[in-house]
């Protein structure tokens, strides 16, 4: 079975801050790990992802994110915020081999402030 | 590329009553997905399809609800005698077999009154 802890649920941030939301996983299996935002009334677009090959990936609008295998973490990261980026973010990750459903975390809600 | 549309993207109903809706995947998509995310939740895995095939049914998926994805395209979930728990949004996603990423619809946001 595979679990995704999403540590933040709020993360409130001045608008050119640095900021990181984290995530940590567990699965038996080798894994896939995405990072998906939401913003308010709309489905999922996706930021990153990890399949395999380099642990740090890069993503749209400026975000990146580090595979841990031994801390078992995927945090996303985005130097300087832009009022724009305030959405929820979902960390999800998806077994390897039948990559055909992902399991979320909870979310959390990225608030930046002027 | 249009992307997977869903439709309708809100629907209001009474308790008791049979809804349904639709999603249409990106052309050339084999798989199609559906979730339902709750209030401050992340999205719970209903069901998936590859092609017209139904493979795997999530255990949250209880006798009341029925999915179909005719002739492999677009695909219907339908609630029958919804009660007020079926309120949530129901997302759609759909990918190509070789391919990993999950391209996700707008919602349809479900109320049951």
Not at chain 1, 22 to 49: A, I, T
Not at chain 2, 79 to 100: N, V
């Amino acid at each position: 079975a595979q679990s995704v802890t999403q540590l933040d649920s709020q993360v409130p941030v001045f608008e050119e801050a640095p900021v990181e939301l984290r995530c940590n996983y567990s699965s038996s299996v080798s894994v896939y790990l995405f990072w998906y935002v939401q913003y308010p009334n709309q489905g999922l677009q996706l930021l990153l992802k990890y399949l395999s090959g380099s642990t740090l990936v890069k993503g749209i609008n400026g975000f990146e994110a580090e595979f841990n295998k031994s801390q078992t973490s995927f945090h996303l990261r985005k130097p300087s915020v832009h009022i724009s980026d305030t959405a929820e973010y979902f960390c999800a990750v998806g077994s390897g081999g039948s990559n055909y459903k992902l399991t979320f975390g909870k979310g959390t809600l990225l608030t930046v402030n002027p | 590329d249009t992307g997977v549309s869903q439709n309708p993207r809100h629907k209001i109903t009474k308790r008791g009553q049979n809804v349904t809706f639709r999603c249409d995947p990106i052309s050339e998509h084999n798989r199609l997905y559906w979730y339902r995310q709750t209030l401050g939740q992340g999205p719970e895995f209903l069901t998936y399809f590859q092609n017209e095939a139904q493979l795997e049914k999530s255990r949250l998926l209880s006798d009341r609800f029925s999915a179909e994805r005719p002739k492999g395209s677009f695909s219907t979930l339908e609630i029958q005698r919804t009660e007020q728990g079926d309120s949530a949004m129901y997302l759609c996603a759909s990918s190509l077999i070789s391919m990993e990423t999950q391209y996700f619809g707008p919602g349809t946001r479900l109320l049951v009154l």
